[in-house]
């Protein structure tokens, strides 16, 4: 039989336009399911927070943050339903463009080429820190109440913003092997069901049809790092977005992420993070 692939998603053509600009506001059961399209994808998350895969990785993300996807690359955002607001609906401004745009931008204006034509364009999803989010971010909102004149005023603005930055962290590689995609995503979904209890790796191997030995030589090809180490990390990611947007104890979400000895996971947690659990949330609801 045939097997799964990410859905192709192609982007609404808009007649007279030269990229893809949105303000999206959506019920949180509606956004999109692992696809790829042939564009890339500027990203900034304004209201809402979740997992979000790219390529090969999966993070978590939070309001305020800006990623940048290249073309032909697997994504997915999965916001957690209790991130929506009052109505539900989650918030995010999008734009996207095909490379054929940057190109033919670079040859009608001199002023970009000098620009960019030195440049190597990303092949990994970027996630820009908190200065270039800040810029990117302020550029779309203006985006949202101008012309389209204007906007393609700001779109060249932002392509020489988002290619020369250096405020950026590596968020994602394309896996080129569709059959390798199914599995990771398989893999990634299997973690985000069932984190909260022990996952042995008999269940997982054979979630994916593998036997244990294969699976572990398989996983650590992939993502370089053990299943167990991958899935120690989920849990601290997702108790880190607990700790910065909910009010439970340490202890609870000590729980509520898989773990059953509390002490053991601030041990853990301490050795990752760099700091207590006590103390994230103490430095991060702060800066929030």
Known sequence: ?????????????????????????????????????????????????????????????????????????????????????????IHYLMVAFKHTFVQDSMKTFPELRNRLQSLAFPCEALKFGVKTSRIIRHVLMCMNGMDDLGRLCEMLRLLSVIFTSKDYMFAGKSVRVERDVRRMQQISEYVMAHYVHPISLADIAAEVGMNRSAFCSYFKRCKGVTFSHFVTQYRLDTACELLIHSSKSVSEIGYLVGFSDIPHFVRVFAKEKGVSPGKYRKVHVVQT
């Open 1 to 89: 039989m045939e097997e799964d692939v990410a859905i192709p998603y192609e982007l609404p053509e808009v007649e007279n336009h030269s990229f893809f600009f949105i303000d999206q506001h959506i019920d949180v059961r509606l956004e999109a399911k692992l696809h790829r399209h042939d564009a890339w994808e500027l990203y900034c998350v304004m209201q809402g927070h979740g997992m979000r895969m790219a390529g090969d990785t999966l993070q978590p993300f939070a309001g305020g943050d800006v990623l940048l996807i290249p073309p032909a690359m697997h994504h997915y955002w999965k916001y957690n339903p209790s991130s929506a607001d009052e109505s539900g609906r």
